[in-house]
């Protein structure tokens, strides 16, 4: 079966997340088989959600501040 | 003549505009939060039940000792070593005006006056190193009620340090002609598989005898030394570690281990933990220095210790005190009286002596009044392993 080259902007999207999470998932798997221990890659994984959240919402507020129409 | 112009070609479909592309940027950010889930995912299914089932710890410290059973012990320990650095205690300062009450009557108090009794051994108060000393200072109090002339267990609090004014050891003395030493397991340390775990209290049937429980040292994990239990052995024997040994008959001993990996003749527990840190009566030489304190809180950061030792006449001496190096530790339970000592538990999450005012486990009180932990403690299900010590078979209260 060939994957269709030509495909509308949403598949393309989709696709594309479709990869990245694969990807993300082999390197969190990476990550556990290579640590000392669960308790080690949940601690890091909780360092970088306290991270990432915040990005996630800051970004997030300052793009629908944006698109606000101006009076 | 008319001329025929050629339309120009209709699109035959509508061009489509070519996908917005995602910086890649994003792209990296996304596949970072994808693997960030999943890590969590994964250490969820552990954490959960690891703090669901922790009956008398609270959240915080549950899913420390997840974290440092998980492989992440040097993370715990650099964090505390740097927490504790940022909070080290101030020198000087306002003196004490009173220390905190500790048993109930001073030795020798209420006593027969006939003196037709054998007077028994009692160990020497302890020399104050504070003056003028405090009512009470270093003087031994008796931690049951109505226990006649030859108390098993007495207790005792002084200050320590000239240099911090405010810091207060307790020490506790236990007889070891009238009392026996018993190790019980927790429900988690030491882990599994270990057969006759019991359910991580003290026996109901041996509350009867109950004088005393006190906290049983370094999980095995973070100790890197050996356990016997029941005769067997649990956790490879290290030489040259301090051991609290228990012997088939209720005797016990603190020594240094030379035995190997096996269990000599009359041994029923050994539990060890680090290396002494008083031998043959003088201090450990290294206890300002070295990597031998293990993969914890550093030996010289002021934090909850406690240390367990025995006096020459074979007597059992406990302290614990706030603020403590492991050199201050040894200094107090020298002064105390032993001559052979081993660290215990630090941090104040997991030091506890408790003794028993009446027999049946009868009003359980705390060494210190600052020992957040509940005196229940020990007669409730607790994760971590325990001393407990009972009087003799026959024995009076």
């Known amino acids: 079966m060939k994957v269709p080259r030509n495909v509308s902007p949403a598949a393309a999207a989709r696709r594309s997340l479709l990869l ?5 998932v082999f390197i969190g798997l990476f990550a556990i088989i290579l640590a000392a221990g669960i308790g080690v890659v949940g601690f890091f994984g909780l360092i970088c959600a306290l991270i990432l959240i915040p990005w996630y919402l800051i970004e997030g507020g300052m793009r629908a501040k944006r698109r606000q129409p101006r009076r | 003549m008319a ?22 940027w994003r792209r ?17 299914l552990s954490w959960v039940p ?8 609270g959240v915080t410290v549950a899913s420390v000792e997840w974290l440092r059973a998980h492989g992440g012990n040097p993370i715990v320990s650099e964090i505390e070593n740097w927490y504790y650095t940022m909070n080290e205690p101030e020198k000087g300062g306002p003196g004490l005006k009173s220390l905190p009450k500790v048993g109930v009557a001073q030795v020798g108090a209420g006593e027969s006056e006939g003196g037709e009794e054998e007077k028994a051994y009692a160990p020497p108060n302890i020399k104050p190193v504070m003056h003028p000393k405090l009512p009470g200072e270093g003087v031994w109090q008796k931690a049951g009620a109505n226990v006649g002339p030859q108390p098993p267990v007495l207790l005792t609090t002084y200050r320590s340090e000239p240099e911090y004014p405010q810091f207060v050891a307790g020490v506790a003395w236990m007889d070891g002609s009238r009392t026996e030493l018993a190790y019980v397991p927790g429900t988690a340390e030491p882990p599994e598989p270990l057969e006759h775990r019991g359910s991580g209290e003290v026996p109901p049937n041996m509350r009867k005898r109950l004088v005393a429980t006190f906290n049983g040292g370094f999980p095995l994990e973070t100790s ?10 649990k956790e490879t024997m290290v030489n040259g570690i301090a051991t609290v040994v228990g012997y088939e008959g209720g005797g016990f001993n603190i020594i240094n281990w030379k035995y190997g990996n096996r269990v000599p003749k009359n041994v029923w527990f050994a539990k060890q933990n680090l290396p002494l840190i008083i031998n043959e009566g003088k201090l450990n030489p290294n206890l300002t220095d ?7 809180v550093n030996n010289a950061v002021r934090v909850w210790r ?6 020459a006449h074979g007597n059992l001496i406990y302290a614990a005190a706030n603020y403590q190096t492991v050199e201050s530790l040894a200094k107090v339970l020298k002064r105390a009286g032993a001559v052979r000592a081993i660290e215990l538990d630090i941090n104040e999450d997991w030091t506890s002596f408790i003794s028993y005012r009446h027999p049946g486990a009868g009003d359980p009180s705390n060494l210190l009044p600052e020992m957040y932990r509940s005196p229940e403690r020990y007669l409730t299900p607790d994760e971590r392993d325990f001393f407990a010590v009972y009087l003799r078979p026959g024995q009076p209260w």
């Open chain 2, 28 to 44: 990296a950010r996304r596949v970072l939060t994808a693997a960030c889930i999943f890590c969590l995912a994964v250490a969820a």
């Open chain 1, 20 to 24: 990245d999470i694969t990807i993300g």
């Open chain 2, 50 to 57: 690891a703090v669901m089932g922790s009956r008398n710890l």
């Open chain 2, 3 to 24: 001329t025929v112009t050629a339309e120009p070609p209709r699109p035959t479909r509508r061009r489509q505009r070519p996908p917005k592309k995602l910086p890649l």
């Open chain 2, 290 to 296: 070295g990597p031998e304190w293990g993969e914890t």
């Open chain 2, 224 to 233: 890197n030394a050996g356990l016997i239990y029941r005769g067997k052995i």
């Open chain 2, 306 to 311: 406690s240390g367990l030792g025995i006096d």
